[in-house]
Nanobody, 120 residues
Framework: VQLQASGGGLVQPGGSLRLSCAASGSMFRITVMGWYRQAPGKAREMIAHITSGGSLSYADFAKGRFTVSRDSAKNTAYLEMNSLKPEDTAVYLC???????????????WGQGTQVTVSS
């Protein structure tokens, strides 16, 4: 399973961005997709997860500003980010966990990341 993250860019403080994470491949089923970020010199941190059943979880810093959603038919997850701050600057990554329907084997795949820079 391959993941492609997109939608990053340069945005002014207070602005918004919508990131996408599209999964491709064959004979797989995704059970949960997640968003993470990693700023220079800092550890990777979880932002949000969404399950196939629609259950959501957010890191405290993301609550109220970030919204995760998913289009299961397209195997794509989205991260809507509002009221962006300079400290939100980071590489944003996505992951997907699930299983292959032909073998039953589990997988976890990561996207390549997309840069988000919040600056005036």
């Amino acid at each position: 399973v391959q993941l492609q993250a997109s939608g990053g860019g340069l945005v002014q403080p207070g602005g918004s961005l919508r990131l996408s994470c599209a999964a491709s491949g064959s004979m797989f089923r995704i059970t949960v997709m997640g968003w993470y970020r990693q700023a220079p010199g800092k550890a990777r941190e979880m932002i949000a997860h969404i399950t196939s059943g629609g259950s959501l979880s957010y890191a405290d810093f993301a609550k109220g500003r970030f919204t995760v959603s998913r289009d299961s038919a397209k195997n794509t997850a989205y991260l809507e980010m509002n009221s962006l701050k300079p400290e939100d600057t980071a590489v944003y990554l996505c992951d997907a966990r699930g299983y292959y329907t032909n073998t039953g084997s589990d997988f976890q795949s990561w996207g390549q990341g997309t840069q988000v820079t919040v600056s005036s």
